[in-house]
């Protein structure tokens, strides 16, 4: 059971990254994010929201390891932080960050708790 959940951690990574790389203008509007007079914001967008998760998805499932998962698991911990600090800070939209922030919570608690302690 560990093993899949790994898994669809993972691959949801790779697909939340797919929706930044490939679809950059359509993820910064649900991000409430606005265009300038350049293109660098689509182009981070490709680079920070979409090829970093893409990879970095790739790279759990080719390593396949508890300890890769755990560091998975890290990434999405320091983003639900971010989250959190943002709802007290910044005030976004409230129901929007509460909920992407819970799906980067509860994904970081899965993958380090089932992951940390692990041998290979």
């Given amino acids: 059971m560990v093993t899949a959940f790994n898994v669809i951690a993972a691959v949801l990574t790779i697909g939340f990254g797919l929706f930044g790389f490939l679809a950059p203008a359509w993820t910064a509007a649900s991000l409430d994010l606005a265009p300038t007079n350049s293109t660098m914001g689509l182009s981070e967008m490709r680079a920070?929201?979409?090829?970093?998760?893409?990879?970095?998805?790739?790279?759990?499932?080719?390593?396949?390891?508890?300890?890769?998962?755990?560091?998975?698991?890290?990434?999405?911990?320091?983003?639900?932080?971010?989250?959190?600090?943002?709802?007290?800070?910044?005030?976004p939209p409230l129901a929007k960050a509460v909920t992407f922030g819970g799906i980067e919570l509860v994904l970081a608690v899965w993958l380090i708790a089932a992951n940390i302690n692990k041998t290979p």
């Fill in 48 to 91: 920070s929201v979409g090829g970093l998760f893409v990879v970095t998805g790739i790279a759990v499932l080719w390593l396949n390891a508890p300890m890769a998962y755990a560091m998975l698991g890290v990434v999405y911990a320091g983003a639900a932080l971010g989250r959190f600090v943002s709802v007290f800070v910044d005030h």
